[in-house]
């Protein structure tokens, strides 16, 4: 899936890639998706996972990672950034990558020359 989700951004053929500026908008669409819902498990109040709620534990770790400070909610909170901030700052790191292409093709485009009068002298 993360293959074909990159694939119109890097593809190696450069026909198959996306011109920069629908590049960015399709990684900022991504970005969108990924910081709606880490903010939604971030700072809800309502257990998005209900399982860690109460889980079961035949080993005894659980109380050790409550003793640590791993309550269900920090657990959905640090999850809910995980989601959020690694891939936004990905999603961002290339959007600013497409950007520096796309300003470079803008000066790689032929300009016209300036024009050049033939009179060396001006008529008094």
Same mark, same amino acid.
């Given at each position: &899936?993360? %293959?074909?989700?990159?694939?119109?951004? $890097?593809?190696?053929?450069?026909?198959?890639?996306? &011109?920069? %500026?629908?590049?960015?908008?399709?990684? $900022?669409s991504a970005c969108l998706g990924c910081t709606l819902l880490g903010i939604y498990i971030t700072f809800t109040t309502i257990s998005v996972c209900p399982a860690f709620a109460n889980p079961v534990d035949r080993l005894g770790i659980v109380t050790r990672l409550y003793d640590a400070g791993l309550t269900p909610s920090v657990d959905q909170q640090l999850g809910g950034l995980l989601m959020w901030v690694p891939p936004c700052a990905l999603y961002v790191s290339v959007i600013?990558?497409?950007?520096?292409?796309?300003y470079?093709?803008?000066?790689?485009?032929?300009?016209?020359?300036?024009?050049?009068?033939?009179?060396?002298?001006?008529?008094?």
């Open positions: &899936a993360g %293959l074909l989700f990159w694939w119109p951004i $890097f593809a190696p053929i450069p026909q198959a890639r996306l &011109a920069p %500026l629908a590049g960015i908008v399709y990684l $900022f600013m990558w497409l950007l520096c292409r796309w470079r093709a803008a000066d790689d485009r032929p300009r016209p020359l300036p024009v050049v009068s033939a009179r060396l002298h001006p008529e008094s």
